[in-house]
């Protein structure tokens, strides 16, 4: 990464404020309580996974995180700052950048997708920038010349100019991490990141998620099933079944956790079988 790159981490104050504080979060649809009461708190500098058999919430929770989905009720801060009823846009600006289950990619290039990423930052805004405005086309040169430096972070330098259309599945799932990453975000929500993949992807990735921490000092709060990945790259963890939060710790004491075991019941997550993740080195 060259000096000029993302943000460095920081070296972790353990008397710093938490970089994300979820407190009795409930949603309701219908007659389906989908969280009830769930709490987290993720760290800075960390990697949190979110995990829970089918149904379980996750993918609820990260809708209320990314202000798809409105809590009923419970609050949801962002470094002191209260995320709570904000609109989607609003939080992306606050620094919460997401990735998608299946990948939500836009037609052209690899560097027109990425720079989506950008749009965020721009402060002259579509029409100036559609317009070509003196004072745009600089700043699309710098947000450019960013989009250049995190693909190659990611290691999409030489795919930069491909049209997406073309890349692997392991690829594209890279472009929206390198666009989730364009937002310079302070909390990565990746959504299932190696799903789909192949071993040798879900190895590039896991290597690339544990750089990306290393290097840009952001938190990332992870859905993932892949238990592998996750005994590998994750600092903590946090266990929902049915909405509500059973176990918070590490990977070792979640696994271990007999109420865990129970909500896993006939899916193994104490024998998870080891995954192309630990294959790789931290
Ligand atoms: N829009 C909705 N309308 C009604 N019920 C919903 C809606 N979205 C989710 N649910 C219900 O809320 C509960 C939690 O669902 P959610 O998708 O958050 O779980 P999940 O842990 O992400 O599951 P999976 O691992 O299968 O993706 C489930 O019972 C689901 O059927």
């Not at 997708?113 to 749009?119: A, E, F, P, S, T």
């Given at each position: 990464?060259?000096?000029?790159g993302?943000?460095?981490?920081?070296?972790?104050?353990?008397?710093?404020?938490?970089?994300?504080?979820?407190?009795?979060?409930?949603?309701?649809?219908?007659?389906?309580?989908?969280?009830?009461?769930?709490?987290?708190?993720?760290?800075?500098?960390?990697?949190?996974?979110?995990?829970?058999?089918?149904?379980?919430?996750?993918?609820?929770?990260?809708?209320?995180?990314?202000?798809?989905?409105?809590?009923?009720?419970?609050?949801?801060?962002?470094?002191?700052?209260?995320?709570?009823?904000?609109?989607?846009?609003?939080?992306?600006?606050?620094?919460?950048?997401?990735?998608?289950?299946?990948?939500?990619?836009?037609?052209?290039?690899?560097?027109?997708?990425?720079?989506?990423?950008?749009?965020?930052?721009?402060?002259?805004?579509?029409?100036?920038?559609?317009?070509?405005?003196?004072?745009?086309?600089?700043?699309?040169?710098?947000?450019?010349a960013r989009?250049r430096e995190i693909?190659e972070f990611?290691?999409?330098?030489?795919?930069?100019?491909?049209?997406?259309?073309?890349?692997?599945?392991?690829?594209?799932?890279?472009?929206?991490?390198?666009?989730?990453?364009?937002?310079?975000?302070?909390?990565?929500?990746?959504?299932?990141?190696?799903?789909?993949?192949?071993?040798?992807?879900?190895?590039?990735?896991?290597?690339?998620?544990?750089?990306?921490?290393?290097?840009?000092?952001?938190?990332?709060?992870?859905?993932?099933?892949?238990?592998?990945?996750?005994?590998?790259?994750?600092?903590?963890?946090?266990?929902?079944?049915?909405?509500?939060?059973?176990?918070?710790?590490?990977?070792?004491?979640?696994?271990?956790?007999?109420?865990?075991?129970?909500?896993?019941?006939?899916?193994?997550?104490?024998?998870?079988?080891?995954?192309?993740?630990?294959?790789?080195?931290?």
């Amino acid at each position: 990464m060259s000096p000029s790159g993302p943000r460095r981490a920081q070296a972790t104050d353990p008397g710093a404020p938490p970089t994300l504080v979820v407190r009795d979060v409930t949603v309701r649809f219908a007659g389906v309580l989908a969280l009830d009461g769930v709490d987290l708190t993720v760290r800075p500098d960390s990697v949190h996974a979110l995990i829970g058999p089918n149904g379980a919430g996750k993918s609820t929770l990260f809708n209320v995180l990314s202000g798809v989905c409105r809590a009923d009720s419970g609050s949801v801060t962002l470094a002191g700052r209260e995320l709570t009823g904000c609109a989607p846009h609003r939080i992306a600006e606050l620094g919460v950048a997401r990735t998608f289950q299946n990948i939500v990619l836009t037609r052209g290039t690899v560097a027109q997708n990425v720079l989506l990423g950008r749009h965020v930052l721009t402060r002259g805004g579509f029409v100036a920038t559609a317009l070509g405005l003196p004072g745009t086309r600089r700043e699309q040169r710098i947000h450019l010349a960013r989009a250049r430096e995190i693909a190659e972070f990611v290691g999409l330098g030489r795919l930069f100019d491909i049209p997406v259309d073309l890349l692997s599945y392991g690829d594209r799932k890279r472009v929206e991490l390198a666009r989730a990453l364009c937002m310079e975000p302070t909390l990565l929500l990746l959504d299932e990141p190696v799903a789909g993949m192949n071993a040798a992807e879900r190895a590039r990735m896991a290597a690339t998620i544990g750089r990306v921490r290393a290097a840009l000092g952001l938190s990332i709060l992870l859905v993932e099933h892949d238990m592998g990945l996750i005994m590998r790259i994750a600092d903590e963890v946090t266990v929902l079944d049915f909405g509500r939060g059973i176990a918070t710790g590490t990977p070792r004491e979640v696994q271990r956790d007999p109420e865990v075991i129970r909500a896993y019941l006939g899916t193994g997550i104490a024998g998870a079988s080891p995954s192309a993740a630990e294959e790789v080195g931290r």
